[in-house]
């Protein structure tokens, strides 16, 4: 949901959406009964906290500009935003006390993740970028499970964290914001009180991280991963030593472990759901489950049908956030290949260029993405040069252009590199581009979940892809399960009805789109129907295929593209793909200190974007027709 600025939640309100005022968005209470229960307002209104929410309020141009320029009458009122960004409430109240317990509170601060693994990344990012002489303050403190659990089924996970003196904060950041590899604000909920009620404890010497998470569980062995905790447990608990929780920390509570779960989740959202939950969602993904459908229907149905033949769940692998889907990708191509540098194909979303960039020895970054473009590329190649994968969005964030796949397929089965697509734009249910790609990634939190209230990510594996054996054997072997139980069973029950938003989402697009495509007051639509490059779109749509939810438009002025924005009665913040349209000044919000540079690869500054929702398309025609009466008096 779009988080809100100041105050706190009402006690178990767990979605919630914040825009203008109710009377800017009339219709949206009817449609979102089970989202949309408050609303906030930036300038002077009352605002409350939606402590699940991934996205964030800023509602006009100049709150945009006020956010990024960190102008205190816009910051002192965000208690939150988008996760990747904005380190949630929850996890900054877990920071300190994980700083309180075993750092200096007056100097140091943490960053917290959920496996050794993804920590070790985030202190050897560190270390380099300071002065040597500071190097061993920052340290990994591992907090793990202390229970003995008789029962079939408990819920355990490990918290591993970074810890550093403050001023190295924006250092650590980059880490957060481009791996997407950090814990969720329901999983660091989760793990205070644990901590509190002694049922995580900090590791000692009598076991490291690594014995336990080699300790043997039943269950699917890809989703026990290696050096993380991550979600439900059968048979036998993960006991660090054989002590109770009073025995370790020399307290008997009288409450044993599985009250302590009883009281963090109730009844009505058992943890025991959790591996069923990553099933469905894994069909769901591979493209065997065709309609929508219940968690019973989804784990008993299965169809011949998949994105390609022979795709199954066991080719989809999840992750806690779009971004991480893309960083541990990278991160296993280079252990399957070697360190190699990397190509980064058309203008992406702002984190998969820094990905690239800054992890790993290099990227040729080919901008527009044109066929002038892959003509130089295949001279590189024909001239010796060597890739270890092309990294790619179809279609591209902000511009809706789409590559030459096919050419693209060509020239990698020619000269050995990977490709990897993200296809979170237009989704596996328009565009089939698994067929020309070794690894497609894809957000989750967009619109595959919609409610915008959790986090995921996945890769899906082409079982024809030249590199497929080899890919799959080092996924197996490196992958780690970060999703945490809670998270993956809000984003199953969030996409049952996936398929049936996607067609009227289509649908409505192409009328909003057609409308400001006649309007002499816009410059430009970008949208894949209308993009030079639709021809490749269509190679890639499947039969019953649409254009997708997300286009950009821009105007002829700043006051005009101004207008436009502050008068659209919809949403205002990051993201996409939501339930409820969304729109944001995009090079703003991901280019504001680059936007000369961003221009020179067609990003209009003045750029405003727009994720098409559920509403009824009569009233969000309406919505675009009085931004339009705005624009038209702006350029009066």
Known sequence: MLQALGGSLPPNTDHVCTASPPAVCPSM??????????????????????????????????????????????????????????????????????????????LETATLFSSLKTARICHSFIVPKIPAEQSHKVRIVNFIPSHTEARSTTITTFLSCVIYPKEYASVAK???????????????????????DGFLVEE?????????????????????????????TRGSAHSVSGDSPSERNGVDDGRDYSQFIEERFGRNLSPMLADQAKLAIRRRIAGVLTADMELPEALETTSSEARVSGTSEDDVFLFPSGMSSIFNTHQILMNVRGPMNSICFG??????????????PGCLF???????????????LKNGERFLALFTEAPSNPLLKTPDLVRIRSLADQYGFAIVVDETISNFLNINVLRHADIVVSSLTKIFSGD???????????????????????????YEDLVWAEDAIFLERNSRDFITRIDKINATSEVI????KESPLVKEVYYPSYSPTRPLYDRLRNPNGGYGGLFSVTFHSIAESIAFYDTLEVMKGPSLGTNFTLSSPYALLAHYSELD????????????????????????????????????????
Request: proline content about 4%; charged content about 25%; glycine content about 8%.
């Open 29 to 106: 209470d009817s449609l979102h009964k089970k989202s949309a229960r408050t609303w906030a307002f930036l300038d002077g209104m009352e605002s409350l906290t939606y402590e699940k929410a991934v996205s964030a309020s800023l509602p006009t141009w100049r709150s945009n500009i006020g956010y990024e320029e960190g102008e205190d009458w816009v910051m002192s009122k965000m208690e939150c935003g988008y996760p990747r960004f904005f380190v949630h409430p929850l996890i900054q109240k877990l920071v300190q006390e994980v700083v309180r317990r075993v750092g200096d509170q007056a």
């Open 174 to 196: 980059q880490v957060w914001q481009h791996s997407g590899n950090g814990i969720s604000s329901r999983r660091s909920e989760f793990c205070f009180r644990a901590l509190e």
């Open 204 to 232: 000692k010497a009598s076991a490291t991280a690594e014995s336990i998470a080699q300790r043997p569980c039943k269950g699917p062995r890809r989703y026990q991963g290696r050096g993380a905790l991550n979600g439900v």
């Open 347 to 360: 203008f992406p979303y702002t984190d998969t260029l820094k990905i690239l960039q800054k992890w790993g």
């Open 366 to 380: 080919y901008g527009h993405g044109s066929s002038e473009d892959l003509d130089d590329l295949e001279t590189r």
């Open 452 to 478: 915008s209230n959790v986090m995921g990510g996945s890769a899906v594996l082409n079982p024809h892809g030249p590199l497929y054996q080899r890919l799959k054997e080092s996924f197996e072997r490196e």
């Open 513 to 516: 789109t057609a409308m400001l």
């Open 597 to 636: 540079w961003a221009k020179s690869f067609d990003v209009d500054p003045n750029l405003v974007r727009v994720s098409v929702g559920l509403e009824d398309v009569s009233d969000l025609r309406s919505r675009v027709q009085r931004a339009l009466d705005a624009v038209e008096k702006a350029k009066e």
